[in-house]
Nanobody, 120 residues
Framework: QVQLVESGGGLVQPGGSLRLSCAAS????????MSWYRQAPGKKRELVAG????????NYSDSVKGRFTISRDNAKNTVYLQMIGLKPEDTAVYFC?????????????WGQGTQVTVSS
């Protein structure tokens, strides 16, 4: 059974920091690219950051570049999102995503999300 379980969300003041974790199980984690997405109320889900299966390449949305860092530990089947300098506009539900293309088929898994609220 495939599971992606996010944790680490919460309420933080502007300028604060949070570290999100996503624990994976039920699939070969080290074969999947991993990403963090977020969705604010009334807005579309957007890509925040991504990392390759072996962790040798990352990408970020312009809105979080320089403030967020994605990383992964394949030994622990976990991907992280370190967030610093948080802004009210970072408030959203953050989702973990795993994706892999294999013999013409896309394997795509999502977690249930974790709420991040940035407010004073």
């Amino acid at each position: 059974q495939v599971q992606l379980v996010e944790s680490g969300g919460g309420l933080v003041q502007p300028g604060g920091s949070l570290r999100l974790s996503c624990a994976a199980s039920g699939f070969t984690f080290s074969s999947y690219g991993m990403s963090w997405y977020r969705q604010a109320p009334g807005k579309k889900r957007e890509l925040v950051a991504g990392i390759t299966s072996v962790g040798d390449n990352t990408n970020y949305s312009d809105s979080v570049k320089g403030r967020f860092t994605i990383s992964r530990d394949n030994a622990k089947n976990t991907v992280y999102l370190q967030m610093i300098g948080l802004k009210p506009e970072d408030t959203a539900v953050y989702f973990c995503n795993a994706v892999r293309w294999w013999i013409g088929r896309k394997y795509d898994y999502w977690g249930q999300g974790t709420q991040v609220t940035v407010s004073s």
